[in-house]
C-alpha cells in the first residue's frame, strides 16, 4: 500500500514570496491533515479536512495561509507571503474517516522542509 | 482541552540499556494516547497507540507503553537499545471527539555504542 506522497521536500524562498505544497493521502482516506513542526517543537494541526470539507482550521493563520482539497482527494497548503517564522516542517497526514468508533491511526507523509530567508 | 507534556528533551542511552521516555497528560475525557517516533527526515511513524482496552500496550520495534491513570501517565520503555532505535519520539493525546492529535515537543533518544 502506497504511503501519504508529499511534494516538495524541500523549499528554500525568500520573505514575502509565495509557496504551495502538495499532498497526496493514501487511497481511500476521507481524512486529511497538515501539520506544521517547528524545529525542536511537536506537531501543530493546520487544518483538517473531511472528503473536500474542512472541519477544523482554527489554528490556521488564515491571513496568510490557505489550503483546499478538491474532489476530496490531494491537497494544497499555500503561504502567501511568508514570514521568517514560518520556517518549518509541513506534514501532511490521512486517516481513514469512517467516524464509525474510536480514534483511527493517521498515516504521516515525510513533509515538506521549508526555509524561509 | 487536552494536552501532554514529555519530560526531558534528550535522553542518551547505552546500547542495550533500558529506554524509558516519560509521558504526562491532560485531559478532561478518558484519553486516547500515541507515541509516534520521527527518523531524520521522516514522517512520523505509529510506535502504539491506547484505547482504553489493556493499560499496557505492546507496540512496534519492542517498544511498550503502560497507562496509568492515577498518575495521568503514559510512559514508553524498552527493554535493550539498538542503534536504530535513534530518532526523535513524540507522545500525542486525542479525546476522541474529533480525531484532533495535540503532540508533546518530543524527546530525541540518542544510543551510544
Known amino acids: 500500500e502506497a504511503g501519504v506522497a508529499q511534494s516538495p521536500r524541500y523549499k528554500i524562498i525568500e520573505k514575502r514570496q509565495s509557496v504551495a505544497f502538495w499532498c497526496n493521502p493514501i487511497?481511500?482516506?476521507?481524512?486529511l491533515y497538515w501539520y506544521q513542526q517547528i524545529l525542536g517543537q511537536g506537531p501543530k494541526l493546520l487544518i483538517q479536512?473531511?472528503?473536500?470539507?474542512?472541519?477544523?482550521d482554527s489554528q490556521l493563520p488564515k491571513d496568510r495561509f490557505s489550503a483546499e482539497r478538491l474532489k476530496g482527494v490531494d491537497s494544497t497548503l499555500k503561504i502567501q507571503p511568508a514570514k521568517l517564522e514560518d520556517s518549518a516542517v509541513y506534514l501532511c497526514?490521512?486517516?481513514?474517516?469512517?467516524?464509525?468508533?474510536?480514534?483511527?491511526?493517521?498515516?504521516f507523509g515525510p513533509g515538506t522542509r521549508l526555509l524561509v530567508l | 482541552a487536552q494536552s501532554v507534556t514529555q519530560l526531558g528533551s534528550h535522553v542518551s542511552v547505552s546500547e542495550g540499556a533500558l529506554v524509558l521516555l516519560r509521558c504526562n497528560y491532560s485531559?478532561?475525557?478518558?484519553?486516547?494516547l500515541f507515541w509516534y517516533v520521527q527518523y531524520p527526515n521522516q514522517g512520523l511513524q505509529l510506535l502504539l497507540k491506547?484505547?482504553?482496552?489493556?493499560?499496557l500496550v505492546k507496540g512496534i520495534n519492542g517498544f511498550e507503553a503502560e497507562f496509568k491513570k492515577s498518575e495521568t501517565s503514559f510512559h514508553l520503555t524498552k527493554p535493550s537499545a539498538h542503534m536504530s532505535d535513534a530518532a526523535e519520539y513524540f507522545c500525542?493525546?486525542?479525546?476522541?471527539?474529533?480525531?484532533?492529535?495535540?503532540f508533546g515537543a518530543g524527546t530525541t533518544v540518542t544510543v551510544r555504542a
Open positions: 485531559s478532561s475525557v478518558p484519553p486516547y
Open positions: 491506547y484505547t482504553s482496552a489493556a493499560t
Open positions: 497526514a490521512s486517516s481513514l474517516g469512517t467516524r464509525l468508533a474510536g480514534v483511527e491511526t493517521q498515516y
Open positions: 487511497s481511500g482516506h476521507a481524512t
Open positions: 500525542a493525546v486525542s479525546d476522541g471527539g474529533d480525531y484532533k492529535l495535540s
Open positions: 479536512f473531511q472528503n473536500n470539507g474542512v472541519v477544523d
